[in-house]
């Protein structure tokens, strides 16, 4: 069966969720790379150095806010609002006392902050697609980090589908994120460039 015919049958099921299931199970996931569902079209990219020592040093800074116990993922498929969103974000941080429903998955109703780091293949994805997803679901602060051109780009305040806030700061910057009422100051410094 094809990504093709998979996407065909997604698109004819009544249950987002059990069709998102059955399609990830379905794919076949080289190693070295990451998949992952937006507007019900599969999305594979692989993994550079640069993309995973940026997001190290997010769940690092994270985890000294918030502590180790602080549920904290990096590229667990939580599903979002919209047509067929299982997405895998590079780092998501819920809140405290968030449990899993009974499919065994996380809410994204429970998410208080995601970020992405863009690769070339899916940059589109994440500034559109995935950021209308984010501010639908309002995750209250969405990072995108750009390794391209050196920028990381903090959206907050969701609503009516879109953020009403951006803030750019260049790498090398401090980038100041509103997270569970507390402020989470990245360091970007160390942050390499593509």
């Given amino acids: 069966m094809t990504v093709l015919d998979d996407r065909t049958e997604m698109a004819d099921s009544d249950d987002d ?6 399609l990830f199970e379905q794919l076949s996931v080289p190693e070295g790379f990451k998949a992952e569902i937006v507007e019900g079209a599969v999305f594979m990219v692989p993994q550079r150095s640069t ?3 940026i997001i190290r040093r997010i769940v690092r800074a994270l985890d000294e806010r918030f502590g180790m116990d602080a549920l904290v993922f990096s590229d667990v498929r939580i599903d979002f609002p919209g047509h067929r969103n299982g997405f895998c ?14 499919t065994g998955h996380w809410l ?22 995935k950021k209308t997803a984010y501010a639908i679901a309002e995750v209250p602060v969405y990072l995108l980090v750009d390794p391209y051109v ?14 009403v806030t951006e803030t750019t700061v260049a790498f090398g910057g401090n980038v100041d994120l509103p997270i569970a009422d507390l402020t989470l100051t990245l360091i970007t410094a160390d942050f390499p460039r593509d």
């Fill in 17 to 22: 969720t059990s069709a998102l299931d059955a």
């Fill in 51 to 53: 993309h995973w020592l």
């Fill in 89 to 102: 974000p590079d780092v998501a941080k819920l809140r405290d006392g968030a449990e899993q429903d009974e």
């Fill in 108 to 129: 994204h109703q429970d998410i208080e902050f995601v970020a992405e780091v863009l690769s070339k293949g899916t940059a589109a994805n994440d500034y559109g697609p």
């Fill in 150 to 163: 050196g920028k990381c780009h903090v959206h907050t305040q969701p609503k009516d589908a879109e953020y």
